[in-house]
């Protein structure tokens, strides 16, 4: 048992030294304590053997002494101190109860069983520092054990941000790519769009030729009468003046100023309307200026007449005016405002003129296709401000109630494949409402017909 304590004694602290010195890379000291474990054995074996046992515990107590002080003073191992520390004390008693045996061994004798107790108390130090240092330990581990994940995640994390870094710049290519896909897209829409529009308004242009050379024919068939009975006219006061009679030549000549007079008038008329169709076939300005909502709508009524007389030579209708004079001149792009009211003017003539092609229910009487042509002047009140109305109203067969909603939209038509586009109510609307800053609504009873009616602020 004398030999065991050492044995065990030496075992751990030189096995643990080693341990420490794999895990820090201290090659040398390694290798020393393998052989101080082995000595360990040698003496163990030669103390069991040998007779002479005194001998032996001296070479115990300076084994155990150079395998303690050697890592103190280590600057390595200084980190170690507090297990150091656990061995000092049994070491130290071994000695000094070995030496006081030897010195004095009646002192010996005498307080042997306080040494024994000592020792008795190195082996509890021991092993509770033992048990400290090996918690320490686990705790440790642990704590390494959870920075080591720690700094994994970390790097899971880290290599998870930069894939989604990449997924992020690669996304963000591909929506850039798609966003320069869609703003051409989106352009050669609107090139088209515009394309369909100039195309929409040369149609209209087309249908209106016939009306405004109906309606231009008139006051040049004025104009030509008027100068060839001028002409007679001037004949006559010649020959009046050759024979002296001023009276007579006198009232030829006033004759004459009311033909050039009815001559000037219907050289207007047929210039308003050649500056009327110039105006309606250039591109809008886009600039506001005063315009007399009431000739602009008898006019477009007028021209809008003589368009569907051109097309089809059956065509009649009766056309109703209710125009309040108040309107007066209001700021408005007459181009823009002019080719809304056409196109409303001729969808009404068109809805009446298909009715009248329908086959009349029996006992339903005489069908007569009316269109009607209204403007209305709302004064400013109650801090709102003041509006002129515009309505076109017929007595067609009005617009099915599952396309109300329906009818405003780009290309949407109820006319037949062929006969519309669905361009003209879809540019009305946008004129009014993006252009005049104004309204477009519809009323409609089918089978009875429909009114639009034009709101613009004034």
Do not use: C
Request: glycine share 6%.
């Amino acid at each position: 048992m004398n030999i065991l304590i050492p044995l065990i004694v030496s075992v751990l602290f030189a096995n643990f030294i080693r341990k420490y010195a794999k895990t820090n890379k201290l090659p040398e000291l390694e290798t020393k304590y393998k052989y101080a474990i082995v000595l360990s054995f040698i003496l163990f074996a030669a103390g069991t053997i040998s007779s002479a046992f005194f001998n032996m515990k001296w070479i115990w107590n300076l084994f155990l002494v150079i395998l303690i002080t050697y890592p103190i003073l280590q600057k390595e191992l200084r980190s170690l101190r507090m297990f150091f520390a656990a061995f000092v004390p049994y070491v130290a008693v071994k000695v000094l109860s070995d030496l006081t045996e030897v010195i004095s061994p009646g002192f010996f004798e005498t307080w042997e069983s306080y040494f024994t107790n000592a020792l008795t108390l190195t082996y509890i130090w021991l092993a509770a520092i033992l048990y400290s240092q090996a918690r320490q330990r686990k705790a440790n581990e642990k704590e390494r054990i959870k920075r080591q994940q720690e700094d994994e995640l970390n790097k899971a994390i880290a290599i998870r941000k930069v894939e989604l870094e990449g997924l992020v710049a690669e996304r963000t290519m591909e929506l850039t790519k798609q966003k320069d896909e869609l703003e051409h897209a989106l352009t050669e829409l609107r090139n088209t769009q515009s394309q369909l529009i100039l195309a929409e308004k040369m149609a209209s242009l087309g249908e209106l030729t016939a009306g405004i050379a109906h309606e231009i024919q008139n006051p040049l068939n004025f104009v030509n009468n008027f100068s060839e009975v001028s002409r007679e006219l001037l004949d006559e006061m010649n020959e009046e003046l050759a024979t002296g009679n001023l009276q007579t030549a006198s009232e030829i000549a006033n004759d004459v100023k009311l033909n050039l007079e009815k001559i000037n008038h219907h050289g207007k008329r047929a210039d308003a309307i050649v500056k009327g169709m110039l105006q309606h076939s250039r591109n809008s300005t886009g600039i506001k200026e005063p315009t007399d909502i009431n000739a602009l709508a008898d006019e477009y009524l007028r021209l809008a007449y003589h368009g569907m007389r051109a097309k089809d030579k059956s065509f009649n209708a009766t056309m109703k005016t209710d125009f309040d004079e108040s309107v007066g001149k209001i700021n408005v792009i007459p181009q823009d405002l002019g080719r809304v009211i056409l196109n409303l003017i001729t969808n009404a003539f068109y809805a009446v003129n298909e009715k009248k092609k329908a086959p009349q229910p029996p006992g339903g009487g005489l069908y007569e296709p009316t269109v009607s042509v209204r403007t209305t002047f709302h004064p400013t009140s109650g801090g709102q401000r003041g509006a002129v109305l515009i309505s076109v109203a017929d007595n067609g067969n009005g617009i099915p109630q599952m396309v109300m909603d329906k009818i405003f939209q780009p290309f949407f038509t109820t006319k037949p494949t062929g006969e519309g586009t669905g361009l003209g109510l879809s540019m009305s609307y946008d004129i009014v409402t993006k252009g005049h800053n104004g309204e477009l609504k519809v009323e409609n009873k089918e089978g009875e017909g429909a009114v639009f009616t034009i709101t613009l602020p004034i």
